[in-house]
């Protein structure tokens, strides 16, 4: 220890690192100190890379800082988590570089559950019996918020992260900050008092309820009960991102949806912008799609109408009629022409036959055509002349008179 110089007649002078060795000093050669038991509620409990654990211990009064070094915790047993009643075992000391007294602990045993993870898991069982908790009363967030409430400090890292968040992801929101305390013992009144000015004044979508990490007793103000009825009357849905992802208050229980972090609970209650866009795109492409495809249709029909049109309009049915009657000549033509040829056919046949058989032909056989002179008629027998009687003979090449002369040819006497 450092000795401590004094000017004759004044006060002691030392320097901040002279006090501090004095003082540790006097922390390490009170026996009492060296060798002792502290009993608390932890909190703040930490594990840097360098493996030694920092923590606190903490009773309605006052916070006592603590460590244990590696070395010590290699042998240790039990390993106390947040809100644990625990028996400490160690010396007190000063921790020069931040002139903090600490306990340096090297044991540790479970001394049962602290007050407040007591208070906080009564609150949970009272609230959780009386449905508050019931996954059927939670409310879906809207996929489009207009106004987005944000309940939590202005200055928060909390607020800094959600509103980096929603003016990346979805900047068309408006964002309304209603402003409380979210640590200390005015802190619940407070924030039930933001909560229900928010949805009063702003009547938002949506509702952040957001804070950082901290220690059990950090986040009490989360497990009030108060609070929890506030977050259940809320008239729109709550999304609560308190704490870490392995924070968990009651506030978390009771709202709609509870996010890991406030940076997550912007996350959830935004849609994201170029997620938006990549939809919209989509969209565009298929109504464009849609609307070539119904054009198209649309023609098909038109031209299957117009054709339909085409064909039973007037004009249509007189070119069908006159063709018709187009079709119609040439097939009376070809019947007349058909019949005609026939009847030709016939009368050549005919003829053939006349001339066969006519009374030329039968002339030119050797054969007489005989008539009466007075009257010009034909003699086809001999009874039809008598003695005298003049007669015209008409054979091939000409014809002669006569007269009859007697019964038989000898009595023809020709002029």
């Not at 060795?21 to 009993?39: A, H, I, K, M």
């Not at 898991?121 to 959780?128: A, P, S, V």
């Not at 509702?207 to 497990?223: C, P, T």
């Not at 565009?284 to 039973?312: C, I, N």
Request: aromatic share 6%; glycine share 8%; net charge negative.
């Amino acid at each position: 220890m450092s000795q401590l110089s004094f000017l004759s007649g004044d006060s002691p002078r030392f320097s901040v690192s002279e006090l501090t060795r004095y003082l540790r000093g006097l922390l390490e050669s009170d026996y009492r100190l060296g060798d002792l038991t502290v009993n608390g509620e932890v909190s703040n409990v930490s594990r840097p890379a360098s493996g030694h654990m920092y923590f606190s211990l903490k009773d309605a009064g006052a916070t006592l800082r603590c460590v244990m070094w590696r070395s010590e915790l290699a042998r240790q047993a039990f390993l106390p988590s947040e809100g644990q009643a625990v028996e400490v075992h160690g010396h007190i000391s000063l921790y020069e570089a931040s002139g903090q007294y600490q306990l340096y602990a090297d044991d540790i045993r479970l001394g049962g559950e602290g007050d407040l993870f007591r208070a906080f898991l009564e609150l949970r069982q009272k609230l959780e019996a009386e449905g508050l908790f019931a996954p059927e009363r939670k409310r879906p967030l809207p996929d489009f918020p207009r106004v987005i409430g944000v309940v939590t400090s202005p200055a928060a890292a909390a607020l800094r992260d959600v509103l980096d968040v929603l003016q990346r992801r979805y900047p068309l929101a408006e964002v309304v900050l209603s402003p409380t305390p979210v640590q200390g013992a005015d802190a619940p009144p407070r924030i039930v008092q933001a909560l229900r000015a928010v949805s009063e004044f702003a009547q938002p979508d949506v509702i952040l309820l957001v804070r950082g990490g901290g220690s059990i007793e950090d986040l009490a103000a989360f497990n009030d009960e108060d609070l929890a009825y506030a977050i259940s009357r809320s008239p729109v849905p709550v999304v609560s991102g308190v704490g870490h992802e392995t924070d968990f208050t009651i506030a978390d229980f009771v709202a709609d949806q509870r996010a890991p972090t406030p940076s997550a609970a912007a996350e959830i209650a935004s849609p994201d912008r170029e997620e938006l866009e990549d939809r919209l795109e989509r969209l565009k492409a298929e109504m464009a799609g849609g609307v070539r495809g119904r054009v198209l249709d649309l023609k098909r029909s038109l031209a299957g109408q117009m054709t339909h049109l085409g064909l039973a309009s007037p004009r249509a049915q007189l070119a069908n009629a006159s063709q018709r009657v187009d079709d119609f000549q040439r097939r009376l033509a070809g019947a007349m022409g058909h019949d005609l040829a026939l009847k030709q056919s016939d009368v050549r046949r005919l003829d053939a036959t006349l001339q066969a058989v006519g009374p030329p032909a039968v002339l030119a056989r050797g054969y007489a055509l005989v008539t009466r002179q007075d009257d010009g008629s034909l003699v086809r027998s001999s009874s039809q002349v008598t003695r005298g009687d003049a007669i015209r003979v008409r054979v091939q090449d000409g014809s002669f008179g006569s007269e009859v002369i007697g019964g038989s040819e000898d009595d023809v006497r020709s002029e």
